[in-house]
């Protein structure tokens, strides 16, 4: 696996860690839309979860993410359609998809 690609990696699970770290341990949706900075926070990791993404892909197109393309759609969506990202589209990808997001980036940085 080439350098760039482990590190881009990283960034992902950098940003996964981030996004854990900025919930708190009760997830509770209500309190996520109330708080603005941690929406934000979110969403910053997420695009960057894209970008990296969509690095990963251009050098290695048949790499073992699930979904990848989706989660490049979302960065763009983020960044250029920012005004029809909902709140629930945010929570449902941070509380149903990082989880099996994290487990892939680990077996993969696992692999190198």
Not at 29 to 36: G, Y
Not at 62 to 80: G, L, P
Request: no cysteine; aromatic share 6%; glycine share 2%.
């Amino acid at each position: 696996m080439e350098d760039e690609i482990k590190t881009w990696l990283t960034d992902i699970k950098q940003a996964i860690a981030e996004i854990n770290d900025f919930l708190p341990d009760q997830k509770n949706f209500r309190a996520f839309q109330k708080d603005v900075k941690t929406k934000r926070a979110v969403e910053r990791n997420v695009e960057i979860i894209g970008e990296a993404a969509s690095r990963i892909l251009k050098l290695s197109p048949d790499i073992a993410i699930t979904d990848v393309r989706k989660i490049i759609d979302t960065r763009n969506r983020i960044i250029h359609g920012y005004d029809s990202v909902s709140d629930d589209i945010i929570w449902s990808i941070v509380i149903r998809h990082l989880p099996k997001l994290d487990e892939e980036i680990a077996i993969l940085l696992n692999q190198s």
